[in-house]
């Protein structure tokens, strides 16, 4: 293992923050030799993005922000679960009803029979929520549901969001009558000043004896833009704090389906809800798909990023496949459709339906992933597929670039070899100490003139990986310093070399923190009804990718085990310097930069440094953050100490 030369006894001052830090100059040569003449590449535009599926109640539950889990008692064949009676003096019963259906797409309603109820003695249902619904103070939320009366009822549905022991109710409305056809109602529950909570209810109860149908009861809080059937603000705002420009969806797995049947088939995704019949996702539990295609494009726009759309390639998790030929054609069909519906013009058929949702305006569409980690299929199809979809495509759009979904990480015989992709998607889940060797020249080693890269997943873990058995030893569901460690560590790599790895995104994405909700560690941000955080990789990440610069410069280390990049911001001229130091020990760098005019004697550091077992949580979220300070001292040969298990971003002003 290399160490840094620390041979001389001198030292320089360089002010941090509010205190003092002493920085021991090496004898022995610079360490990061960086030559701001000479720009190697351009940073890839798209270099930082976001993945995205269907895991840890990302969507339900978490980013797609209806509060009540089992709107259209679809979840359980069986049982309305998520539901219970409620009972304040009257008397109900409720079961699952398959004969009187709201419609053909959703073809189970809750039937309630009420056998005692009266002006104060009510009885009706209640929802738990995601975890609880979220009740925060002075806030309005929006109510619906369908319902219809049998004949001879003649109560009001009182619709309410109520404390757990029902001593409390934060908001409430009333619908003084139900029609004998299904209808929806609407209506709008405001909360007073009480305390922010998720032990609360979703409550709908009746005065009057008889029987009543429900289906898609819903309760959105506010939205981010308030639009509709929309995003939880604060998650949503955590995303766009880290300047994504692109989401892959929708996965992932969850494009696959653990069947064929299962995939995320998107034209049932589309509409007002009561066309949305959902789907049971492969991370063990049903998807609503009340986050469907439309929304995924709007997710994207709202955070000004670029859709990279996965086509489902007919590869199913569980290995079922499509044998290329003329079985294949359905699929590939669909493909087509679906990219009309995201960049056609208003006036073609899958774009007049989006102009219809809203967006009569196409969606910017560069990128096409054909499936997703179809090195899976062990039938060795995917060959053939990618080749049928290709040609496919190419034909109608040559403009796409098309991404297939086995990249050089695997074996030859796994990769698609009759056509040459455009891009080829990595999948990386690695130990830190793994992303540390990576970091030493994985990329620089790469055919410049084959396909580029998209890392589409990659995520370090501290531990033997194990993402589903962990599950249950109690594992932070987010991880620690280390593995940001290890995570900045491969992003030095990535980005250094962003001529070729032209998109990379961490996943999984979100967790929804509640016990059982999640199906992976770790992930990158955390939450709950009411609250967020971001893990230690979160903040190396946003670190990276807020401070990207769009060339790469020359840039050579020597005697240190530092990793580092460095860009640098054409038009303002600030130079990024990236150092990652896995050790726990600080290192001293010793910093020489050629072919700048100038540069400036102060210089800003962001530093994320802390224990290496040190992390975040829901209770503690800002532990591990990044500090910002002042250096001073700084010349075109100075050095700088990285903390241990420290991530720092300098930026050197220079003309
Ligand atoms: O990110 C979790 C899973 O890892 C993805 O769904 C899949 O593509 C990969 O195996």
Same mark, same amino acid.
């Given at each position: 293992m290399n160490t840094a030369r620390?041979?001389? =006894?001198?030292?320089?001052?360089?002010?941090? @923050? =509010?205190?003092?830090? %002493?920085?021991?100059?090496?004898?022995?040569?610079?360490?990061?030799?960086?030559?701001?003449?000479?720009?190697?590449?351009?940073?890839?535009?798209?270099?930082?993005?976001?993945?995205?599926?269907?895991?840890?109640?990302?969507?339900? @539950?978490? +980013?797609?922000?209806? +509060?009540?889990?089992?709107?259209? $008692?679809?979840?359980?064949?069986?049982?309305?679960?998520?539901?219970?009676?409620?009972?304040?003096?009257?008397?109900?019963?409720?079961?699952?009803?398959?004969?009187?259906?709201?419609?053909?797409?959703?073809?189970?309603?809750?039937?309630?029979?009420?056998?005692?109820?009266?002006?104060?003695?009510?009885?009706?249902?209640?929802?738990?929520?995601?975890? @609880?619904?979220?009740?925060?103070?002075?806030?309005?939320?929006?109510?619906?549901?369908?319902?219809?009366?049998?004949?001879?009822?003649?109560?009001?549905?009182?619709?309410?969001?109520?404390?757990?022991?029902?001593? /409390?109710?934060?908001?409430?409305?009333?619908?003084?009558?139900?029609?004998?056809?299904?209808?929806?109602?609407?209506?709008?529950?405001?909360?007073?000043?009480?305390?922010?909570?998720?032990?609360?209810?979703?409550?709908? /109860?009746?005065?009057?004896?008889?029987?009543?149908?429900?289906?898609?009861?819903?309760? %959105?809080?506010?939205? $981010?833009?308030?639009?509709?059937?929309?995003?939880?603000?604060?998650?949503?705002?955590?995303?766009?704090?880290?300047?994504?420009?692109?989401?892959?969806?929708?996965? @992932?797995?969850?494009?696959?389906?653990?069947?064929?049947a299962d995939r995320f088939d998107w034209k049932k995704t589309l509409g007002p809800l009561t066309e949305r019949p959902g789907h049971m996702a492969p991370w063990t539990y049903r998807s609503s798909d009340g986050l469907g295609l439309h929304e995924f494009l709007m997710w994207a726009e709202n955070m000004n990023a670029e859709p990279i759309l996965a086509v489902y390639a007919g590869y199913s998790l569980k290995g079922a496949y499509v044998k290329p030929g003329p079985d294949l054609e359905p699929y590939i069909q669909d493909a087509l459709d679906e990219i009309e519906y995201v960049m056609g013009p208003a006036t073609?058929?899958?774009?007049?339906?989006?102009?219809?949702?809203?967006?009569?305006?196409?969606?910017?569409?560069?990128?096409?992933?054909?499936?997703?980690?179809?090195?899976?299929?062990?039938?060795?199809?995917?060959?053939?597929?990618?080749?049928?979809?290709?040609?496919?495509?190419?034909?109608?759009?040559?403009?796409?670039?098309?991404?297939?979904?086995?990249?050089?990480?695997?074996?030859?015989?796994?990769?698609?070899?009759?056509?040459?992709?455009?891009?080829?998607?990595?999948?990386?889940?690695?130990?830190?100490?793994? %992303?540390?060797?990576m970091a030493r020249g994985t990329y620089e080693k790469y055919d410049r003139k084959g396909p580029k890269i998209f890392v589409g997943e990659w995520g370090a873990y501290e531990t033997p990986f194990q993402p589903w058995n962990e599950l249950s030893k109690g594992e932070a569901p987010t991880p620690n310093m280390r593995a940001a460690i290890g995570d900045a560590a491969f992003m030095t790599e990535m980005e250094k070399n962003s001529d070729i790895v032209i998109m990379n995104c961490y996943a999984p994405l979100l967790v929804n923190v509640n016990p059982g909700a999640r199906q992976w560690r770790p992930n990158l941000i955390g939450y709950d009804g009411l609250r967020v955080y971001g893990s230690p990789s979160y903040h190396a990440i946003k670190l990276f990718s807020t401070h990207l610069g769009d060339e790469i410069l020359k840039a050579a280390t020597a005697d240190t085990d530092v990793l580092t990049s460095v860009t640098r911001d054409r038009r303002t001229g600030t130079i990024y310097v990236k150092l990652v130091n896995a050790a726990t020990n600080p290192a001293p760098v010793q910093i020489e930069l050629t072919g700048a005019r100038t540069v400036s004697s102060t210089a800003t550091a962001l530093t994320l440094a802390a224990d290496p077992t040190a992390t975040n949580s829901i209770d503690a979220p800002e532990r591990v953050v990044p500090v910002t300070s002042k250096i001073s001292g700084v010349s075109s040969n100075f050095t700088y100490t990285v903390p241990a298990s420290g991530i720092v971003v300098l930026m050197l002003e220079t003309r």
């Open positions: 620390v041979r001389s =006894a001198l030292v320089v001052v360089v002010l941090v @923050g =509010a205190g003092l830090t %002493f920085h021991p100059i090496t004898a022995a040569g610079p360490t990061l030799t960086i030559e701001a003449g000479a720009a190697t590449a351009q940073v890839s535009p798209l270099f930082n993005g976001l993945m995205t599926e269907e895991i840890n109640h990302a969507y339900d @539950g978490g +980013l797609y922000a209806e +509060l009540v889990q089992n709107r259209a $008692f679809l979840d359980a064949p069986n049982a309305p679960v998520h539901w219970s009676i409620v009972e304040d003096g009257g008397a109900a019963r409720m079961a699952l009803d398959r004969d009187t259906p709201l419609n053909a797409t959703i073809p189970t309603s809750l039937r309630l029979d009420v056998t005692q109820a009266s002006a104060g003695r009510s009885a009706g249902i209640a929802n738990d929520g995601y975890w @609880g619904i979220p009740v925060k103070p002075n806030t309005r939320y929006r109510a619906s549901f369908f319902a219809r009366a049998a004949p001879g009822f003649a109560g009001g549905i009182t619709v309410a969001i109520r404390s757990d022991d029902g001593r /409390t109710t934060f908001a409430s409305g009333r619908v003084p009558a139900l029609t004998s056809t299904w209808k929806q109602y609407e209506l709008t529950l405001t909360t007073g000043s009480a305390a922010a909570t998720t032990s609360a209810k979703y409550v709908l /109860t009746t005065d009057g004896p008889g029987t009543v149908w429900f289906s898609l009861v819903s309760l %959105f809080p506010p939205t $981010f833009k308030s639009q509709p059937n929309g995003f939880r603000p604060d998650l949503l705002q955590m995303l766009i704090d880290m300047k994504p420009t692109f989401l892959r969806f929708p996965g @992932g797995n969850y494009l696959e389906g653990d069947q064929i073609s058929t899958w774009g007049a339906l989006r102009a219809r949702a809203g967006h009569p305006a196409p969606f910017k569409l560069r990128y096409v992933e054909i499936g997703n980690e179809d090195f899976f299929d062990k039938s060795g199809s995917y060959d053939g597929r990618f080749a049928q979809f290709h040609h496919a495509i190419k034909a109608r759009y040559p403009q796409l670039q098309l991404i297939s979904s086995s990249g050089f990480e695997r074996p030859e015989n796994e990769r698609v070899k009759s056509v040459v992709p455009d891009v080829v998607d990595e999948h990386y889940y690695r130990t830190v100490d793994v %992303f540390l060797r």
